[in-house]
């Protein structure tokens, strides 16, 4: 199993444009997320997806959007990137162990964004 | 709002020395809290969590209710812990699907991180 896989390791983006993050995982979990790396600040949750077919906002959520494409699949939009959003983007998924829901959340490798 | 503070940005110890990384939260329910750990060019994961009580490559965490903390602790440090720490409080929610079923989940709200250094 690859786990949580995403895509573009890195990206380098001028003000104004657009592109989207990808995030799959192969181990069956219902939940899927999306942070953002700072330096002082720590992870913040961007969106969030408890199942195929919702999504809900984090604690930071201007300026992306999100699609929960199928089970496996999550992803981050930008419509028109900012200075403000050069950061490091993690995606996590988590899941249930036979009948129980385990909070553990396995992360990605990261895409680390430079918007200039 | 913040429901984690991880008051240490940078911590810098000796070989074998103790280490403490302090976490203090804030939350109205009974908290469920972690610590995720990442090394360099690694990804995040999971360290340990309070309700297994377990030591983890000889960490260990208690929570007091008492004092609203869970600070991570290894008495003999080593060269290998330096990494970036993260303490994590579950918070819980409830999302609606798009054929109206509700269900109930968790996200994770994150402090800020500490970074550790272990210096030889």
């Known amino acids: 199993n690859a786990g949580v896989t995403q895509t573009p390791k890195f990206q380098v983006l001028k003000t104004g444009q657009s592109m989207t993050l990808q995030c799959a995982q192969d181990m069956n979990h219902n939940s899927m997320y999306w942070y953002r790396q700072d330096p002082g600040m720590g992870l913040r949750l961007i969106y969030y997806s408890a199942s195929e077919g919702t999504t809900d906002k984090g604690e930071v959520p201007n300026g992306y959007n999100v699609s929960r494409l199928n089970k496996r699949e999550f992803s981050l939009r930008l419509e028109s990137a900012a200075p403000s959003q050069t950061s490091v983007y993690f995606c996590?998924?988590?899941?249930?162990?036979?009948?129980?829901?385990?909070?553990?959340?396995?992360f990605g490798p990261g895409t680390r964004l430079t918007v200039t | 709002a913040q429901r984690v503070t991880q008051p240490e940005k940078l911590l810098s110890v000796f070989k074998g020395a103790p280490v403490e990384l302090k976490c203090n939260y804030s939350?109205?329910?009974?908290?469920?809290l972690f610590w995720y750990v990442q090394y360099s060019r690694q990804r995040l994961q999971l360290l340990l969590r309070?309700?297994s009580r377990e030591s983890i490559k000889g960490f260990t965490a208690d929570l007091n209710k008492g004092e609203t903390s869970f600070h991570l602790k290894k008495p003999f440090a080593q060269e290998e812990d330096s990494a970036m720490y993260y303490c994590a409080l579950i918070l819980g929610f409830t999302s609606r699907a798009r054929e109206g079923k509700e269900s109930n989940d968790y996200k994770l709200s994150f402090g800020a991180g500490t970074t550790v250094t272990v210096r030889a």
């Open positions: 309070h309700i």
């Open positions: 939350y109205s329910g009974s908290p469920e």
């Open positions: 996590a998924s988590s899941g249930q162990m036979g009948q129980e829901k385990t909070y553990e959340q396995y």
